[in-house]
């Protein structure tokens, strides 16, 4: 089983900034696209930036030029760097990563726990 954990959420004041780290863990054979999405109660979840195999990157509207998503193959892990935060950022951020466990297995998403990340005014 592939695990996936977050860190770096924590409160930040308006105009801050905070990089979220996702790690993951287990039988890993090829890593393809990664992405963060967060989700506030009583909203959908929102993809807010992704990245494929090669660095290409797409960020939602509402983050774009704020937000940085990044990628270190070798050490299994995504980034997020968020800049400028704005109260309307406050949500749970996910990390999810599509995985390969094996040479013939299926491609598979999986999730992290999330992390609160919390925008005071």
């Known amino acids: 089983q592939v695990q996936l954990v977050e860190s770096g959420g924590g409160w930040v004041q308006a105009g801050g900034s905070v990089r979220l780290s996702c790690a993951a863990s287990?039988?890993?054979?090829?890593?393809?696209?990664m992405a963060w999405y967060r989700q506030t109660p009583g909203k959908q979840r929102e993809r807010v930036a992704r990245i494929t195999t090669g660095g290409f990157t797409n960020y939602a509207d509402s983050v774009q030029g704020r937000f940085t998503i990044s990628r270190d193959d070798a050490k299994k892990s995504v980034y997020l760097q968020m800049n400028s935060l704005q109260p309307e950022d406050t949500a749970v951020y996910y990390c999810t990563m599509n995985v390969q466990t094996g040479y013939d297995s299926s491609w598979r998403d999986y999730w992290g726990q999330g992390t609160q990340v919390t925008v005071s005014t």
């Open positions: 287990g039988s890993i054979f090829r890593m393809n696209t």
